[in-house]
């Protein structure tokens, strides 16, 4: 099911790193939906965490990873846990991932879902629009929740020639866009139209 879920649903609408096909491959999703949703861990949607959170559609969560071009070794700051399954994705092309989450239960819950699949992500329980300063600058950034305004933060604590991956925007729409950092400044780029629950 789960390559079936990689062919039908990532691959098949455009995305070519084998490093992130490879990861969406080997992580098993299912483990990271509530047991109730274990029948639609592999369709192409994102699904209810509880707390008000979700777990993003695996297409998404590609696309994410395929935007922010992590090269093994590249230090990933991750903006919401939630399930764990992004961190997993980044950790297994080879990031060194640092993970922020508000909630301690998710943040707990997806810590042992980590530790079970022997990925090693550095979690934090804190406000994920602060970052984690002590560990920058990150190579990449990704926010799995939406800010109407990406915090200046986070774009302080990219590294030059890094990528900061969002969902922007708020109720009127959120675009998926990306900031990447030069010596002038950064430059943004927009990826289509996105659904996430709001960064708070």
Not at 85 to 109: H, K, M, N, T, W
Not at 114 to 138: F, K, N, S
Not at 166 to 193: C, I, M, N, W
Request: charged share 25%; with cysteine.
């Amino acid at each position: 099911m789960l390559q079936w879920m990689v062919d039908s649903t990532i691959r098949s609408r455009g995305i070519r790193d084998p490093q992130v096909l490879r990861a969406m491959e080997t992580v098993p999703r299912q483990l990271f939906v509530r047991p109730e949703d274990a029948a639609e861990a592999f369709s192409d949607r994102a699904l209810p965490l509880g707390l008000g959170q979700t777990i993003s559609q695996p297409y998404v969560v590609a696309l994410m990873t395929e935007l922010a071009r992590i090269s093994p070794g590249d230090r990933v700051l991750e903006v919401g846990t939630g399930s764990g399954y992004q961190a997993a994705i980044l950790a297994e092309c080879g990031a060194e991932v640092f993970s922020v989450e508000r909630l301690p239960d998710l943040a707990e819950q997806a810590r042992k879902r980590l530790v079970e699949l022997g990925l090693e992500v550095h979690l934090r329980i804190g406000d994920g629009a602060q970052g984690w300063p002590e560990h920058a600058p990150y190579q990449a950034i990704l926010v799995t929740a939406a800010p109407q305004h990406v915090p200046r933060e986070l774009l302080q604590q990219l590294d030059l020639g890094g990528r900061l991956v969002v969902p922007e925007g708020g109720r009127e729409g959120q675009v998926l866009r990306v900031y990447r950092r030069t010596k002038e400044g950064f430059e943004v780029s927009d990826h289509g139209a996105v659904v996430f629950v709001p960064l708070r």
